[in-house]
């Protein structure tokens, strides 16, 4: 892998006039982004030399502005911390003082939202556009008509040097077992992060993606985005998922990859569906122009990447990672790509399985997944208990776990969450899952235990069904029975008009458990 050492920013001084990011129908160059950057640093900076890791929490939809605020940050020395824009008052406020976040950029039309946060915390609000009536106002955009700033003596200006090992962003976990922790990222961890992934999937300065996923989430934020920005590359940007949008893009643009969550395939090819024979056919070949298409963020089931290869014909590629480690798995990008499988290691990481006790399994036995590289995040902000019980030898401990079967990874599930202990087995809940969703009548599903005095678990099931379908518990018991161990087939189940998720789309857990 090509390591050149510099910051994400700094890189793209070599690609100059090249259309870095596409949004609201506008193109932006990549000495657009320095220009920008470069003057929302010295308004951060307000006179100072650096910010010394402060932490800039920052709520910007999905656009150029989002990326010019990021890069800014940066080049004052702060700490960003990206904000949902889908997140409620409570979640934004989590993360403003979990983070001890000083300062608090926000876009115009979401700034009420943070003003009060901010203002109880004597945090500085800045916003991003020039047309606000109150407030200091921050320069964002190339074509908006320059703020006078101060000590601004040249188009680039004498900003912080970064070192590989000081401090860059705080993403949140997605809270799905407990309360979002932060994340904490350096520039190094950013850069390797990167690199594995543009040396994996070969990106280039010719590629074209296409980002419809949130900016507060690793898969956003690195695996489309920064990948797309180290490599020169052109992304055009959504602020939400459309799914009549994304087609449209990819029938008539110059897209080269796509990434999105198997919730986003799941809606596509339910649009397909309903389109008529002539759109099926241009959709369809639209996505053959591609050259690669990537599902993560959540367990893929076997019947979606099987539909979405008859309509596109792409097997989609299905990796591992999470907010921590950055990616750690991957199926190839040349070779098989094995349904409900994440694959072999990624360039440059380490990866393991264990047990209980931190010794390595045999192959074919289950194991949590451990990680280990220059990829691996740095802490959880303030945590440092928690940090520490979370490695064991210099490895992190996911949480996570996998079995290998024939040389590929297979997740099992989070141990917490996704391996059930019932009747003295461990039960894994994705497994459940997939033979579940291959029902005629399951649309969707999430597998939980509930606690029992005589099971230790049992095993529920929360349903969705498909439109005008019908199916009682004992009907589902005795199907589930011809195909799954007699203590895997559920003992509970509900039906929902749809599961509770996360702004990933990921199922959450712990809610289910709340419905038994």
């Not at 300062?103 to 915390?121: N, Y």
């Not at 509930?450 to 019908?470: H, I």
């Not at 589930?480 to 996360?502: F, G, I, T």
Request: hydrophobic share 40%; proline share 7%.
């Amino acid at each position: 892998m090509e390591s050149s050492g510099l910051p994400l920013f700094e890189r793209a001084e070599r690609h100059g006039d090249r259309v870095a990011t596409v949004a609201s129908g506008r193109a932006y160059s990549y000495r657009d982004l320095l220009d920008a950057s470069a003057a929302i640093a010295c308004r951060l900076l307000d006179g100072a030399d650096d910010l010394n890791e402060a932490r800039v929490a920052f709520l910007v939809p999905p656009a150029f502005d989002y990326v010019a605020t990021q890069w800014g940050i940066w080049r004052a020395g702060g700490i960003a911390v990206p904000l949902g824009v889908s997140h409620p008052g409570p979640e934004l406020e989590h993360a403003i003082v979990d983070a001890d976040a000083s300062v608090v950029v926000a876009h115009p039309s979401l700034s009420e939202r943070v003003a009060g946060i901010a203002e109880a915390r004597g945090a500085r609000l800045l916003i991003t556009q020039e047309d606000r009536p109150s407030g200091e106002e921050l320069v964002a955009r190339p074509s908006a008509p320059r703020l006078p700033l101060p000590n601004l003596k040249l188009p680039r200006p004498q900003l912080p040097r970064l070192s590989p090992d000081r401090r860059a962003m705080i993403l949140f976990t997605s809270g799905t077992t407990s309360r979002p922790k932060g994340v904490v990222s350096t520039h190094g961890n950013i850069q390797a992060q990167v690199e594995t992934l543009v040396a994996a999937w070969a990106w280039s300065q010719e590629d074209h993606v296409l980002l419809v996923l949130p900016l507060h989430h690793i898969h956003g934020v690195i695996n489309v985005l920064s990948c797309a920005l180290w490599s020169g590359a052109r992304c055009t940007i959504y602020p939400t998922f459309n799914a009549e949008t994304v087609w449209g893009e990819l029938v008539g643009g110059d897209l080269t990859l796509f990434m999105a969550v198997p919730t986003v395939y799941s809606r596509l090819i339910a649009a397909w569906e309903a389109a008529d024979p002539k759109q099926q056919r241009e959709t369809s070949e639209g996505c053959r122009r591609l050259r690669l298409m990537v599902s993560g963020s959540a367990a893929l089931p076997v019947r979606v990447l099987e539909r979405w290869r008859d309509i596109s014909g792409h097997t989609l590629l299905e990796r591992y990672g999470m907010t921590e480690i950055g990616m750690a798995l991957s199926n190839p990008l040349e070779g098989e790509r094995r349904p409900g499988h994440v694959g072999l290691p990624l360039p440059g990481v380490e990866v393991r399985l264990v047990d209980d006790e931190g010794v390595v399994v045999p192959r074919g036995i289950p194991g949590e997944i451990e990680v280990r590289g220059p990829s691996v995040f740095r802490e959880y902000w303030r945590r440092p208990e928690v940090t520490r019980d979370s490695f064991r030898d210099g490895w992190f401990r996911t949480g996570d776990v996998a079995v290998v079967e024939d040389g590929y990874h297979r997740v099992l599930g989070r141990s917490s969450v996704d391996i059930l202990k019932t009747g003295g087995y461990k039960v894994s809940a994705l497994e459940i899952e997939e033979v579940l969703r291959t029902h005629p009548a399951i649309e969707e599903c999430a597998v939980v235990g509930k606690e029992d005095e005589e099971w230790g678990e049992r095993v529920c099931g929360a349903l969705v069904l498909r439109p005008g379908a019908s199916l009682s518990r004992e009907e589902l018991r005795s199907w589930a029975a011809e195909r799954l161990a007699p203590y895997k087939v559920p003992s509970e189940v509900l039906m929902v008009v749809d599961l509770p998720r996360n702004a990933m789309g990921k199922v959450t857990k712990s809610e289910v458990k709340k419905l038994f």
